[in-house]
């Protein structure tokens, strides 16, 4: 059984049809590229696997579990977690609060407990600021932990975005353009962490890219969008080979 | 002790900042009354000082902290105020002293808290501006409503009226008028002290700033900060959203209870409890730095006394309250006097460390 099963995804704006007859399995482990021009509904799609959108057709399941419709917390909370094409951090916290506030739903304290400063929340907060500080070592993003989020460098934010979903402890990570705005040296320094993320931390991950270097160096199946509708799909090769890809996508 | 601070966190040596401000405040002012420097108008400000600095900090826990504009704060006080006074007149004669006013508070708090979580339900689970303009109306209902209600005891139990008090058919003998409508409430005991509105100011702080720093906290700033990504992590919005309001409502109507009980008429008047006060409230929040609490309090100090020492000056008084108001709001908010406070390292005694900027290589 895959980890992630999509099966006939649609959803209209308007007149629009944003993404229209969307199929797609993935495996746990896998890492998946789903790339496709501007406009073509890629985000469309990660916002009704994540509940920010309600499909008007069709079926999504992880794990076997049907989660169709259900809302953002409900579909985080059963093991989603997201980046976004545009940053959006916590931007007056600072970066270890953002990964902290991802931490939240797996550490519990009481109101009182935290008003009160009784002795649960000194044991909570120091096992939070561990977990916390060990994830950001991941990012080398270790020593900025104090520092405001909205201070970090481009390349930095991006990489606090990706640690902050992963402490929500997801089973599936979406990640939207993770390298946009980044150097190549930034972004080659994404893919290793990427790897990792797939090889230490057993990710299944799917994310949405444009930079190609980055899509056929770490993908190990794509789906191509184009104009809501899935053009292809297959291993990372066949699919890059496809003509009709380099016509739609990559030939301009 | 020193060692001891400096093993803090910078989060906690801020706050610990703020308590010690407070408290040498209340120590020096001490001082000053026993050596008898303090003029008896000056002393006659220091509970509305306590209820003020304490307002400020109920609110910025809303505007500052969740993001939200409330612009009916004075409501909350007056529903703390009128219940805290209210229980102090049916108990007047059955209670001690404390315990009579340590409930009295508590009791002025809960049912303002009772009532910011009613308008919490409704309008928490939107997002926009809808807080500010469902507040705004709630103040100023509750201080029409409390203009028009009488309530008596008398030996059968409380009889409640929103037409007159003749309405209340009470027992001649033993009947006695609480809330007698747009008079109000008349003879509630003077419990109120400075020493009590200090204590009410740092269970206030030490609650706010706790809570910022805690599990809670984050969510509720994270909200604040981009509820899109808040949820994708999880966070449950309208309940966060609710502990923050209802919060804030319970330490708006401790402060409205304290005020209740420095009066010697308690009056729902636009003057005391109406938009002009929420919108006051909410000045001392904008100038002392939205978020920052120790800044609400300075702000908060500065403009109740503020005109109390310029009283020689007569005529002019408002003017050169209006000029202090443009120059502190100037100074605090112009990047330009920012960047020079910080550079001669004074910016700390103005904001707290989250507002400065650090750059990363
Ligand atoms: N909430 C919305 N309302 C209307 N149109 C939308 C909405 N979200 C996406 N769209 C439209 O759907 C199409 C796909 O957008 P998107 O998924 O962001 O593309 P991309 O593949 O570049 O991520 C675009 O034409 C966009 O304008
Ligand atoms: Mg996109």
Redesign the pocket.
Known sequence: MALLEISNLQIS??G?R??DDFNLNIEKGELYGLI??????????F?LLTGE?KPDEGIVKLDGRDITGKSTIEINKAGIARTF?NIRLFKQLSVIDNVKVGLHNQYQYSTATSILRLPKYFAVEKEMNDKAMALLKVFDLDQEAEYLSANLPYGKQRKLEIARALATNPKLLLL?EPAAGMNPNETEELMKTIKVLQKDFQMTILL?EHDMKLVSGICERLTV?NF?RILTQGDTKTVLKNPEVIKAYLGE | MKSKIAAMSKTSRDNFKTYAMVLIVYVVVMIFQAAGLVSSQMSGLLVPLCVYATMAVSLNLVVGILGELSLGHAGFMCVGAFAGAFFSKITENSMGTFPRFFLAIVIGGLVAGIFGFLIGIPVLRLNGDYLAIVTLAFGEIIKNIMNVLYVGQDASGLHFSMTSATDLNMDGATGNLIINGPQGITGTPFDSTFTAGIIILMISLIVVLNLMNSRDGRAIMSIRDNHIAAESVGINITKYKMTAFTISAVIAGCAGSLYAHNLASLIATPARFGYNMSIMFLVFVVLGGIGSMRGSIIAATILTLLPEILRFMAGYRMLIYSIVLIVIMIVNWNPKSRAWLAEHNLSRFLFKKHHEKKEVK
């Open positions: 704006f308007g629009l944003a993404v496709g021009p501007n406009g073509a509904g890629k985000t469309t799609v916002n959108y094409q939207d949405i969008l809501g």
